[in-house]
């Protein structure tokens, strides 16, 4: 059996909505500030200089296990220089406007699925890239 089977079936069984959703949110922050540190060429000891925090405390942060609050998020922010968090309000003033959606794609292992081709239209950070459907 799969390891992510494994997750889903325990979700199913034990989780709650909550925690599922906490843990969700969680690794997308770490995801960002991880792909953020990528890009600005840092190291976790630059970013904790950069927020005035220990290397084992930001190691503790970018863990995935430590609860992040928002003036930690707010910190984490300005100092890479990005936003990790965005409210539906928020998302709308700066995406809102646009003809461009975001759509989120993954392979599923040993399936065959056709998908409709798009063309990329926006930047070209792996994890984060914009299409539009092709005409």
Do not use: C
Not at 4 to 9: A, S, V
Not at 41 to 66: F, M, R
Request: no cysteine; glycine share 6%.
């Amino acid at each position: 059996m799969e390891y992510n089977n494994i997750i889903n079936e325990f979700w199913e069984a034990h989780g709650d909505p909550e925690t599922e959703r906490f843990v969700d949110l969680s690794m997308d922050i770490i995801n960002e500030i991880h792909n953020a540190l990528e890009k600005k060429g840092w190291s976790q000891k630059d970013l904790a200089t950069a927020v005035g925090k220990s290397p084992g405390e930001i190691s503790k942060w970018v863990s995935g296990l430590h609860n992040l609050t928002l003036k930690s998020i707010v910190k984490l922010e300005a100092a890479l220089d990005t936003n990790l968090l965005f409210t539906e309000t928020t998302a709308k003033e700066k995406f809102g406007h646009s003809e461009h959606k975001m759509i989120f794609v993954a392979t599923i292992p040993n399936h065959h699925h056709h998908l409709p081709e798009y063309k990329e239209v926006g930047e070209k950070n792996p994890l984060k890239v914009v299409y539009q459907k092709a005409s």
